[in-house]
Structures are given as structure tokens and as C-alpha cells.
């Protein structure tokens, strides 16, 4: 009878170390996974928050910089790199700034863009004169480069050069690229796929509802009509 009892000892005993083995190896785990958890939170805290600002109440002489004021752009800044037609980075960085009338019609065209199922990417937006002045001294040709001392609606914030792309990101085919200087980037050649003709189309007309008129020979810049009186500016962004 001893010994029987003797033995249900060890095995209860022996069943209680193993139950705390487990406890034992368990708990690492659990305490990686909290730490996991609790990493997470962070993250999330850590995890920017873009607020955008308004525009109300701003005067239409201000420039701002357009992504500060929405979010529903694209932007491949091409005179900040050397895919342009100049070979030459004239820009410090890129950024997109233009006066505020200009960024109102902008953000009035590109919701009803988005009807259509695409968006506004710009090319170049408002350029300050001493940019002009880099590009003229590269180029110093007018037909291709506004005279700085003259300067151009680009440089009174007014001017925008853009394509538009799909929601998802690819860009719509114009027919031809940025800065192409030749006659199938001019509005008036019909020589051209139905499907770039469609696009420009679309480019043109919804750009030219919201205020904007657009040049012969170039289908991807557009002027804000009521910036043509506006003086040259040299306001200059910083860069981060």
C-alpha cells in the first residue's frame, strides 16, 4: 500500500514539472509576441500624418506649394534632372509651386479628371526668373525658351506643363514626349492614333473649362488666362 502510494507521489510531482516546462517555454514566445505587438503600436504612432492645408482665405498672388494642398497629383519634375531637353538640371530640387488662382483651377480640373478615371502629372509648374535665366543662357533661342528679360507666364506662377495618367499610375499616350519640339506635338496634327488624339482631346478641353488656354505647338502647356497680366517673379523654394 506504501509503495502505491509512494509511486502516485512521483507521478503526480513528475506531472506538475512537466505542466511548468511548458509554462517555462511558453513564455519567451509570449513575451517575444507582446514585444511584437507593442513594436507595432509604436510604428504606428511613429507613422506620419499628412494634413493638408486649405486654401480659403489665401490671397491669389500667394504661391504655394501644390502637394501641401492635395494629394491627388503626380509629379515627375523633369528640369530638376537632366531628362530634358536643355541635358541640364536647372532646379535646386523638385518641387511644384504656383499662385494660389492658378493651384484652385488646378485642383478644379483634376476632380473632374478623376471622374474620367485619371489625374494631372506635372512636368514643371512655376519657375522662378533666375531659373529662365539658366535655361535662356543654355538655350538662348525664343523659340524654344522665353527671353528672361521678358519672361514667360511660367515665371508669374500661372503656367503648368502636364500629361495626365491613370489613377494607377501609367502615364496616357500623347503621341510624343515632353519638350519634343517638332509637329506632332503641335495641337492641330490629326495625324496620330485615335487613342493620342482622344487623350489630348481630353487634356485640352477639360483644362481649357477650367480657365486655362494652351500654345499651338506644345500639347502639354497650358496657361491660366487670368495670370497673363501678373508680374515676373524670382520667389525661390528651399530645399530639404
Excluded at 509512494?6 to 517555454?25: I, S, T
Excluded at 486654401?55 to 494642398?69: I, P
Excluded at 534632372?81 to 494660389?100: I, M, P, Q, W
Amino acid at each position: 500500500m506504501m509503495t502505491r502510494l509512494v509511486l502516485v507521489a512521483f507521478a503526480v510531482m513528475a506531472w506538475g514539472c512537466k505542466q511548468e516546462a511548458k509554462k517555462v517555454m511558453a513564455a519567451p514566445d509570449s513575451t517575444e509576441a507582446m514585444e511584437i505587438k507593442e513594436d507595432s503600436v509604436v510604428a504606428a504612432k511613429e507613422k506620419p500624418t499628412v494634413r493638408l492645408k486649405s486654401l480659403v482665405g489665401l490671397a491669389d498672388s500667394t504661391f504655394v506649394r501644390l502637394a501641401d494642398y492635395d494629394d491627388g497629383f503626380a509629379y515627375e519634375m523633369r528640369y530638376a534632372t537632366e531628362n530634358n531637353f536643355l541635358k541640364a538640371k536647372v532646379y535646386d530640387c523638385a518641387e511644384c509651386y504656383t499662385r494660389v488662382k492658378t493651384a484652385k483651377a488646378l485642383l478644379a480640373a483634376n476632380k473632374d479628371f478623376k471622374t474620367a478615371g485619371v489625374r494631372i502629372r506635372f512636368f514643371d509648374c512655376y519657375r522662378p526668373n533666375s531659373v529662365q535665366y539658366k535655361m535662356w543662357k543654355i538655350v538662348p533661342n525664343p523659340q524654344y525658351v522665353a527671353n528672361p528679360v521678358k519672361g514667360s507666364i511660367h515665371n508669374k506662377g500661372g503656367a503648368v506643363d502636364i500629361t495626365l495618367e491613370t489613377l494607377a499610375g501609367d502615364k496616357l499616350d500623347m503621341g510624343t514626349d515632353f519638350d519634343f519640339f517638332g509637329k506632332r506635338a503641335y495641337h492641330d496634327m490629326t495625324d496620330l492614333p485615335e487613342e493620342v488624339l482622344n487623350n489630348r482631346k481630353l487634356l485640352k478641353e477639360t483644362m481649357e473649362k477650367h480657365g486655362f488656354w494652351s500654345i499651338r505647338t506644345e500639347w502639354w502647356h497650358y496657361n491660366l488666362s487670368s495670370a497673363s497680366n501678373d508680374p515676373v517673379e524670382d520667389f525661390r523654394w528651399e530645399c530639404d
